[in-house]
């Protein structure tokens, strides 16, 4: 006749699947208790950051951010924020992170820490459609008219290297393409994919000089001091990549320009 006293093993199991619930019940909570990962961008660069017909924060670097937080266990919060705010608002607490198609630069980089990169572009030009610019070496001739957006990887290109050239700086973008159009400047330096798309919505009053002339890369920026966060970012992007993420995302938010830059043989994006 069996036993029927509990076995030494039967307690032990007992005892071990009791512990591993506790473990996952304390991780659990862990992650529940993590604050919101704030995440700070301009909603005003489509299809990277922008609002939707209901207002909400859209584009490619939302859906990247909230991809992010999945990863971490963590809400995400969009803080829209001026461009040439965010850097102040990280390195003062208001933010935790920096996604809004920012250049990873080395004079950025001395305040801020930054990600590996995720996407390569380059500054590229639009022009008026009677503008003398005929390429990027036309820009460096004396009395050239330049726009620039405040706070941008142009606004320091142009301001450290095109010496010779009068620069407007403005506040908005939108107003930068409007100069162009209106012939009050010869050109406005932005990414490629940004000109692209000014172009083809005003066809008629100017031309995009696509091939970049100034390499740059994409990251998200970080406070120095979170080196923890920073590690688990790289991770993510990496994982983000070899899953096949930032593909979805360009076949979702830039089907026509991946289709237009391969074809005319313009590095791309991700």
């Not at 304390?26 to 700070?40: N, T, W």
Request: glycine letters at 6%.
């Amino acid at each position: 006749m069996r036993n029927r006293e509990p076995s030494l093993y039967y307690v032990i199991g007992i005892l071990i699947t009791l512990i591993a619930c506790t473990e996952e019940i304390s991780f659990s909570k862990a992650k529940a208790a993590q604050p919101a990962l704030r995440v700070g961008m301009e909603l005003s660069y489509p299809p990277f950051e922008m609002t939707n017909t209901a207002g909400q924060p859209d584009g490619i670097s939302v859906e990247l951010a909230h991809s992010l937080g999945k990863h971490l266990g963590r809400k995400i919060l969009i803080e829209n924020i001026a461009f040439d705010g965010l850097i102040p608002a990280l390195r003062t607490g208001t933010i935790d992170c920096i996604i809004s198609s920012m250049t990873s630069t080395p004079e950025r980089a001395k305040a801020i820490a930054f990600s590996n990169p995720y996407l390569k572009t380059g500054l590229t030009l639009l022009v008026g459609k009677n503008s003398p610019i005929l390429s990027a070496d036309d820009i460096t001739k004396p009395g050239v008219r330049i726009a620039v957006k405040l706070g941008t990887s142009a606004h320091k290109y142009a301001t450290q290297k095109l010496k010779n050239a009068h620069v407007f700086v403005l506040d908005m973008e939108s107003a930068a393409v409007l100069e162009v159009m209106q012939g009050k400047v010869d050109a406005f330096i932005y990414d490629s994919l940004s000109v692209y798309r000014h172009h083809r919505r005003h066809p008629k009053t100017t031309r995009a000089i696509l091939n970049p002339f100034h390499q740059e890369t994409w990251a998200i920026g970080l406070r120095k001091q979170d080196v923890k966060l920073l590690e688990e970012i790289n991770k993510f992007l990496q994982k983000f990549k070899d899953t096949g993420g930032f593909d979805k995302l360009g076949k979702k938010f830039l089907p026509d320009e991946k289709a237009y830059f391969k074809a005319h043989n313009i590095p791309f994006y991700f």
